[in-house]
Every structure is written in C-alpha cells, then in structure tokens.
C-alpha cells in the first residue's frame, strides 16, 4: 500500500524560504519509472503543479516557479524535499506531494498525501 | 505552455443525471490527459487516465473520451457521492491542471 504524508511549517513570513518534506511507504524511488511530484492549490482555487522527481534523479519544474524550486530526493529516507524561496502571501495554499504512475500514454499522480497548508504572512 | 481550458467552470444538476464535462487543450496532447475528482478538504483522486482508461476501484458510471485537443468526463448517472469539484490534467509536456469544474446539487 502506497502511502505519501507532506510535512512542513504551517506559517512562513514574506521572503522566507519553505522548505516541505514528503516522506512515503510502499514504494522505492531507485526502482524505475518511479516519480515523486509536488502540486499545491491556493484557498478555493484550482491544483497548479510544482514539480516532479524521478527515480534516476531527473527533475522538472513549472516554468512559470522554475527561478524559485529545488526538488531533491533521500532515497534511504525515503522522501522527497522541495524548496520554494521568496515566499509571498500569494503562495498561501495547500501543498501535496503525489507519487506518478506510467501508462502507455503518459503519466498521472495515482496517490496523494493528505496535503499540508502553508500560509505566508508577517 | 500547455493550457487546459475547461467547461463549464460549474454545473448544477440532480441525482440520476448524466453529466458531461469538456476540457480542451491548447495544443494536441494525443491521449496524455488524465480526470481526477476533488471533495471539499480532501487531496485529488485519480478518476480517468490516458484520456478513456478507468483508474482501479472507480465506479464504471465515470468514463472519458477524446484525443487530440478536446477531452470529456461523462458522469452516467449520477449519484450524491459524485458531487465535488472535477479538473482535467495533461501529462504530453509537463503537466497543467484546468480550471476546475464543480458540481453542485440542483
């Protein structure tokens, strides 16, 4: 049973940098194919994804966040952190790491986290 | 950027209905296009993949259709647990959520 649980600091002050864990079970991340991604969702609106790792350590990010995320992976932990600085109140919202399934025609997050909120503010 | 362009943003409708959700893509994305379904406080559930495929457990009331640039969820018969909020996802480049588009209860 795959599970997936996103931990972090609930309140962070403009300017800082968030720093989100995402710490899973039944899965590897050195096993092929694999991948862990990151998607968050501000307060009543839609689901903006953030970015992904895969189980050879290649990463991508959304274009329009690329200047401001680090994804990396502690395989023997097994988690995933992501790194957003420069937080703004704009980047309030609710962040869930998400474990990526492969098909014959592309990919998808099967299993979610619970997600977590962040709320930036001073 | 690949954009996902949903309609419409909400719809109203009762118990026994059959619904259809549409979701466009601003460039042909073949298959590369995943439904999930999302309830208040709740993290997104994987619904549809590859644009036709039902995910494991999901009821077969919920199927998809489309290629190329134009997608839609069909809902058969809908039932008082399918009422929440729906977005498309494409994985061709990437990946972009739609907008999403919440169903209510007439």
């Known amino acids: 049973q795959i599970t997936l649980k996103e931990s972090g600091p609930t309140l962070v002050k403009p300017t800082q940098t968030l720093t989100l864990t995402c710490t899973f079970s039944?899965?590897?991340?050195?096993?092929?194919?694999?991948?862990v991604g990151w998607i968050r969702q501000p307060p009543g609106k839609a689901l903006e994804w953030l970015a992904l790792?895969?189980?050879?350590?290649?990463?991508r990010y959304s274009p329009s966040l690329k200047s401001r995320l680090t994804i990396t992976k502690d395989t023997s932990k097994n988690q995933v952190v992501l790194t957003m600085t420069n937080m703004d109140p704009v980047d309030t919202a609710t962040y869930y790491c998400?474990?990526?399934?492969?098909?014959?025609?592309?990919?998808?997050?099967?299993?979610w986290g619970q997600g977590t909120m962040v709320t930036v503010s001073s | 950027d690949i954009q996902m362009t949903q309609s419409p943003s909400s719809l109203s409708a009762s118990v026994g209905d059959r619904v259809t959700i549409t979701c466009r893509a601003s460039?042909?994305?073949?298959?590369?296009l995943n439904w999930y379904q999302q309830k208040p406080g709740k993290a997104p559930k994987l619904l549809i993949y590859?644009?036709?495929s039902l995910q494991s457990g999901v009821p077969s009331r919920f199927s998809g259709s489309g290629s190329g640039t134009d997608f839609t969820l069909t809902i058969s018969s809908l039932q008082p647990e399918d009422f929440a909020t729906y977005y498309c996802?494409?994985?061709?480049?990437?990946?972009?959520f739609g907008q999403g588009t919440k169903l209510e209860i007439k």
């Open positions: 998400a474990h990526r399934t492969t098909h014959m025609e592309g990919s998808a997050f099967d299993i």
């Open positions: 039944g899965f590897s991340l050195s096993t092929s194919g694999v991948g």
């Open positions: 790792i895969y189980w050879d350590d290649d990463k």
């Open positions: 460039q042909s994305i073949s298959s590369y």
């Open positions: 590859a644009a036709s």
């Open positions: 996802q494409q994985s061709y480049s990437s990946y972009t």
